[in-house]
């Protein structure tokens, strides 16, 4: 049975043409699911009887249930979810105070093998279905109904590298943004990619202004391939040829996330030749403390150390914001998460 949330507008309305119905059934099938967020074909009053009970018999409007959910002291929630095929995975709505902010997964697993994220600890076992992506926004969505509010952004940035799901999640991306979907305007919808080069210029040239978060993390090559495999596929060259690419044909800046791993890529040598990597882009660095993993022998840089690879930077005459920590407490921050199973 197909799942109505699995689809964009555009491939709902080729569905309703097959099935003999006009397009504009897609529509009202959108507005109904979305707009209205309703869960049964029963409630669709402006559809006859009896292309009710075809849908019914063609479509489920299935979402993941909850297995388990933390509520952190700073209001941040992580829901371990689960799917049909009894996978598990994380979602975390954010409190900003510019708005709500799902995090959410875009696989199970992942294969990316970034040596300091929990995350890649699971190796890949299968993409998420557009239906799958779209549902971690109705289960948050479901949840903040009693406060009456909605998740305002969106950002691919939980387990899994988005770019090796990338037609999935730029399905998910349509969904979010269209008026009669859930109507979230692009620059509230970011998509964090380790750096697929194919995939950077193809994200370009989708002709639409959401955001791209780069995971940079080091200054050059060398130290890039001692943490994140990816590198040897697509060196920084390549990766900054891409952005720049990305900048000319989306005439958007990315953001560059850097994490600061102590004595790997924290000296102020890295920060001078970090500047001069991005030189010649618009973009900015994000510098993300890192949440130490168990099982890894990465650590955090201390504060100072932050400061100070800040303040080279800044002489350098490059933007740089130090990312904000939310559900530490609940191993829901950046790079917690890892789906454990109970
Ligand atoms: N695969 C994508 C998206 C998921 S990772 C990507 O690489 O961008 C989201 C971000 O969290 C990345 O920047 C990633 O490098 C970072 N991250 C992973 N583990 C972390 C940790 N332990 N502490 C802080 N950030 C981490």
């Known amino acids: 049975m197909k799942n109505l949330y699995g689809y964009k507008l555009e491939d709902l309305e080729q569905l309703m043409l097959e099935m003999g119905q006009k397009k504009y059934r897609a529509t009202q099938l959108f507005k109904w699911i979305y707009e209205r967020n309703v869960t049964s074909f029963d409630e669709m009053s402006d559809i006859s009887l009896a292309f009710r009970e075809t849908l019914k018999n063609e479509f489920c409007l299935e979402i993941p249930t909850i297995f388990k959910k933390q509520v952190s002291s700073d209001g941040t929630v992580k829901l371990l979810l689960s799917l049909k095929d009894d996978s598990k995975i994380e979602t975390v709505l954010m409190r900003y105070n510019y708005g709500l902010v799902a995090c959410v997964t875009s696989q199970v697993g992942c294969n990316m093998g970034c040596a300091f994220c929990a995350s890649g600890l699971f190796k890949k076992q299968r993409n ?177 150390r932050v400061h100070r690879f800040m303040d080279a930077l800044i002489k350098e005459g490059v933007n740089v914001t130090v990312r904000k920590e939310f559900g530490t407490d609940i191993d829901a921050a950046c790079g917690q998460l890892r789906a454990k199973n109970g």
Do not use: W
Not at 176 to 193: D, E, K, M
Not at 209 to 235: E, G, T, V
């Open 128 to 304: 998420l279905e557009v239906h799958e992506l779209v549902g971690q926004i109705l289960v948050l969505n479901n949840l903040l109904k009693e406060e009456n509010k909605k998740i305002t952004h969106v950002v691919v940035m939980g387990t899994g590298e988005p770019f090796d799901n990338y037609d999935n999640v730029m399905k998910f991306i349509r969904i979010l943004n269209h008026p009669y979907g859930f109507a979230i305007g692009a620059r509230h919808l970011t998509v964090s990619t380790c750096g697929l080069v194919e995939k950077i210029k193809d994200y370009a040239n989708e002709g639409i202004q959401i955001n791209l978060a780069i995971s940079l993390h080091a200054p050059n090559d060398k130290i890039r391939n001692k943490i994140m495999p990816i590198s040897f596929k697509y060196p920084l060259d390549q990766l900054m040829e891409a952005i720049k690419y990305y900048e000319q044909t989306a005439k958007r800046r990315v953001t560059f996330e850097y994490i600061l791993l102590e004595d790997v890529n924290d000296s102020i040598e890295d920060a001078k030749e970090l500047a001069q990597l991005i030189r010649g882009t618009t973009s900015y660095v994000n510098l993300i403390p890192y949440n130490p993993v168990g099982e890894l022998k990465y650590k955090r840089t201390s504060g100072n």
